[in-house]
């Protein structure tokens, strides 16, 4: 079992991440609504990923045998200024969720919590990922300019991003999912 406190930072990153999925979600409809149905499709993967990554932390903390407390999830933007606006949002929204993992895995080494700070490092790594590929897509929009066959190019690549995390969690986490 790990502590109230562990527990309750934990709860909060699930809140973290269901925040980051609806924030993903609405990017996705208001990109399918101007018309850019490749970062559309990028933007509902992102959301099942962090879907996953809020289910496995849920899961944690059952198999810990500490209680889940769901909470209110603020409501996302629904109008960004561009889509170059809308990852430069997504780069400072991940980097405050890496900020808030990185604050679990030093509580975790605080308390001594070896399995919470090994269960933790799936994130932290993850995170690295996360940052990296908005960074990437920011440089090719500022390449590409805010509107014009650049950002058509891109949003027919981001066409092609395919789910290849687990989104059904009916039967609980998959063994093999990430």
């Known amino acids: 079992m790990i502590s109230q406190k562990m527990t309750d930072a934990i709860n909060k990153q699930i809140n973290n991440e269901m925040y980051s999925a609806f924030l993903y979600m609405s990017m996705s409809a208001y990109c399918s609504n101007i018309g850019l149905n490749g970062f559309a499709t990028w933007f509902m993967v992102q959301y099942h990923e962090e879907m996953l990554h809020a289910m496995k932390q849920y899961n944690y903390l059952l198999d810990q045998g500490s209680q889940v407390h769901l909470q209110a999830i603020k409501e996302p933007p629904k109008v960004f200024a561009s889509v170059r606006d809308m990852f430069e949002k997504t780069l400072e929204h991940e980097r405050f969720v890496t900020r808030s993992i990185n604050d679990i895995a030093d509580l975790a080494l605080q308390e001594k919590d070896h399995a ?40 027919g690549q981001l066409s092609a991003r395919a789910l290849t995390v687990q989104s059904d969690f009916s039967q609980g986490i998959v063994a093999a999912a990430p």
């Open 116 to 155: 919470t700070y090994q269960f933790i490092q799936w994130y932290v790594t993850e995170q690295v990922e996360e940052e990296k590929n908005d960074n990437e897509l920011l440089l090719k929009l500022k390449l590409a300019g805010e509107a014009g066959p650049g950002l058509f190019m891109i949003d």
